[in-house]
């Protein structure tokens, strides 16, 4: 991954939503700027931020020629990527959060791996960073190329070096003519990337942790439940309903995804100051009436099987020992 990219080569955009990180984004922006793939259009979307980061947007746009810089009301995530690329000119796009960054070759390392493989997205790895400095790598360091049923069986049982994060993906700009992400919604990279993954013959996946994931501890566990939160379900069961219906050898993985998303709403809802019987009960009677047959699958992670065990207890064990998950990981 050795040479500079020179302006012979396709012109690649990469659009990073901005929305109050102005302690994150110059890290982000200068990360960008200084790859070795030179032949860039970044596409700075201001969401309505009302902190530094407009201003910020305004000064890396002086002083780098290659930079856009759209300010737009408020409209979410979404929104944000979706006008980024309604105005991108590059023959390839990759989406960059703004509290994120990424190493040198980044742009460089995706874009060879299209090239090369002849396909028209390439999936890199990511580091979980949280603020306190711990870092988390589990990154498998593989190179391959798998089909859209092979990528979709990797996600579904939750194995580590595939997920339908926007991030940590380059594509060819005409995989999205027809695909925009839902605006107004939460999870849209659940609700939209699978549609991508399914255009592609195959996708070249080399999990190399070059995309820096910062996680920070009020994202995890603090602050009143949304029920925006509940959307997981809601974007995971169209996911499912979609991959299942197409491809029916991967039923029990759907199901496996499924009883993931509701544990995951759930976890929140453990660790968070809401007190909603409702929610509580609905979500614990999905888990109930789906575990079983969850826990006894072979290809099941051992992380959930052991969600699972503790859920065989009630909730308040559950609650219990998730919390004592996070205590002794230092995410609480």
Not at 192 to 216: F, L
Not at 247 to 271: E, G, P
């Amino acid at each position: 991954m050795g040479k500079a990219s020179n302006k012979n080569e396709p012109l690649i955009s990469v659009i990073i939503p901005v929305y109050k990180v102005e302690q994150y984004l110059d890290k982000c922006i200068e990360s960008v700027v200084n790859q070795t793939y030179k032949n860039l259009e970044i596409i700075l979307v201001d969401d309505g931020s009302t902190d530094t980061c407009p201003q910020k947007c305004d000064d890396w746009k002086n002083k780098d020629k290659r930079i856009i810089v759209i300010h737009k009301e408020n409209g979410g995530l979404s929104d944000a990527r979706n006008k980024g690329i309604d105005i991108s000119k590059g023959k390839y796009i990759t989406f960059i959060d703004s509290d994120d960054y990424i190493e040198e070759q980044y742009i460089e390392i995706l874009f060879e791996m299209i090239i090369k493989n002849k396909t028209k997205i390439s999936v890199a790895d990511n580091l979980i960073e949280y603020v306190d400095g711990n870092v988390i790598n589990n990154s498998t360091y593989e190179n391959y190329l798998a089909t859209p049923f092979e990528f979709f069986e990797k996600m579904l049982w939750g194995i580590r070096d595939l997920d339908n994060g926007a991030w940590t993906k380059m594509y060819s700009k005409e995989l999205f003519d027809d695909v925009r992400f839902p605006v107004g919604k939460n999870y849209e990279d659940t609700a939209t990337i699978y549609k991508i993954i399914d255009k592609c013959e195959k996708i070249a996946i080399n999990s190399v942790p070059i995309y820096h994931y910062m996680k920070r501890k009020d994202s995890i566990t603090q602050g009143k439940f949304s029920i925006k939160k509940l959307e997981l379900l809601d974007a995971t069961q169209q996911m499912t309903d979609y991959v299942r219906n197409k491809y029916n050898n991967l039923s029990t993985a759907c199901d496996r995804k499924m009883l993931w998303a509701y544990f995951s709403v759930l976890s929140q809802y453990a660790v968070s100051n809401q007190k909603d019987k409702k929610i509580e009960r609905m979500l614990f009677k999905y888990i109930k009436e789906n575990r079983l047959s969850v826990l006894k699958n072979k290809n099941t992670p051992k992380r959930d099987k052991i969600a699972i065990l503790c859920s065989l207890f009630g909730f308040g064990f559950y609650k219990f020992s998730w919390k004592c998950y996070l205590r002794l990981t230092k995410k609480y």
